[in-house]
């Protein structure tokens, strides 16, 4: 698989002279199977650039898939600003840990209220499909995927890739369970052990290291992993190369050049497999094939979750027709606040177009209002219905012979009603 970094900047974008060669951008990955599958992790602001490259005609129709490990500003703030999701024809899976309460659609959509930015996520053109995930194991195309939660001050997921007979991993943000592991210390158990395990054999692993042992100290709790914690786990679960992401914003290049220097020399007296590592630079381009093991005896047993998932599909959306502008916005504010996606259309032609393009969970259009002999407006009639259907002209005429009939059953109750 080629995997290329599009933003490597953890928790605010750093752009200046000190990120030139590491980049400002915060975080965004791109990877590809020799298939062609398509798969985005995170979408900072990294994602900006990367949109950009498919705004070309020939690469009309972007078909691809974007994992998001929590919703963090720097790991979803170049959702908005990502073009191919503008661009109708093209077809998105967005993938994210699904929120207690909250869908990700839902919390995605937040960042894009109206107060913060002049569009919503209801304007994306392109078809998009929001699934809320949990941990376990699921595939897209020819990729497997096993997501994993992180120890991070928000819902978090990592995420193992294999294809093509090569494991990447993304585990970003991360914070060691245990304080003497954070400073790269003690014996590898619990969850640490555990999470050791997920990213067991690993031919890359892209990892949150935005501490050192010394900084963390005044970093307890921040939710983010010492380059020592990395390079002992690394060692442990037999990972082939490190990509350290997610850099402190106050981290300028040459103090990353100085920290790899530190890691690899650590390395080097430590001994063992060898183990390669880097600090992932943005526009960097990676192959990940897959590698040998030289010691197959001592090698960590790789990392199988148990538990397969379908990704929930919470992609809802309702097409709504009324006549009337404030029952339509009553209804939309009502169906908003349950989570749902409001459709309107002008015309029924126009209502055609939005249902063969994406076919909503629910229809409501209203018919004619129904009036009775005096004119007066009595009501309207829906249609309700959880199938998108195109109406022939006898399908039409049907639905007159309803209301007409409607009508007439009122005009009958009310005659002697009249006057009381
Ligand atoms: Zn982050
Ligand atoms: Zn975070």
Request: hydrophobic content about 40%; aromatic content about 6%; overall charge negative.
């Amino acid at each position: 698989m080629r995997v290329q970094f599009w933003g490597t900047r953890g928790s605010i974008a750093t752009p200046g002279p000190g990120t030139i060669r590491y980049g400002g951008n915060t975080s965004c990955v791109e990877v590809r199977s020799e298939r062609g599958t398509l798969v985005i992790i995170d979408c900072g602001t990294g994602a900006h650039p990367l949109g950009q490259r498919f705004a070309t005609p020939e690469a009309n129709r972007v078909r691809g898939h974007i994992l998001i490990s929590h919703t963090h500003w720097d790991h979803i703030q170049g959702l908005p600003f990502f073009d191919p999701l503008f661009a109708a024809g093209n077809e998105w899976d967005i993938y994210g840990p699904k929120g207690l309460g909250r869908s990700l659609r839902d919390t995605l959509a937040g960042q894009m209220q109206y107060t913060y930015f002049p569009i919503t996520l209801d304007q994306f053109e392109s078809t998009i499909r929001y699934h809320d995930l949990m941990e376990g194991t699921f595939v897209i195309d020819d990729i497997r995927i096993s997501a994993r939660y992180l120890n991070h001050t928000a819902l978090t997921l990592g995420y193992r890739l294999e294809v093509d007979g090569a494991t990447l991993v993304y585990s970003s943000d991360h914070e060691p369970h245990s304080r003497t592991l954070a400073g790269g210390e003690g014996e590898i158990t619990g969850q640490d052990l555990l999470h050791a395990e997920f990213i067991s054999n690993a031919d890359l692993l892209i990892h949150d290291a935005q501490y050192t042992a010394d900084e963390y100290q005044s970093k307890v709790g921040w939710g983010h992993s010492t380059i020592e914690y990395v390079l002992k786990l690394a060692r442990h679960a037999r990972v082939k190369r490190i990509a350290f992401t997610h850099h402190d914003p106050l981290r300028d290049d040459d103090a990353l050049d100085l920290l790899i220097e530190g890691a690899r020399a650590s390395l080097s007296r430590n001994g063992g497999a060898p183990l390669e590592v880097f600090a992932a630079a943005e526009g960097q381009t990676l192959e990940v094939k897959p590698s040998v093991a030289d010691d197959t005896d001592r090698a960590a047993p790789d990392f199988h979750a148990m538990t397969p998932v379908a990704p929930a599909l919470i992609e809802r959306s309702v097409l709504l027709g009324l006549a009337d502008p404030i029952m339509t916005a009553l209804l939309s504010d009502a169906m908003r606040a349950e989570g749902l996606r409001i459709k309107l259309f002008a015309d029924l032609n126009d209502a055609r177009k939005l249902i063969s393009k994406e076919p909503p969970s629910l229809a409501i259009l209203e018919h004619d209002p129904a009036r009775i002999d005096d004119g007066s407006c009595i009501g309207t009639l829906c249609l309700i219905d959880t199938r998108p259907r195109s109406l022939d002209p006898a399908d039409v005429a049907r639905l007159r012979d309803l209301s007409d009939l409607a009508v007439q059953e009122l005009n009958g109750m009310n005659t002697p009603l009249r006057g009381h």
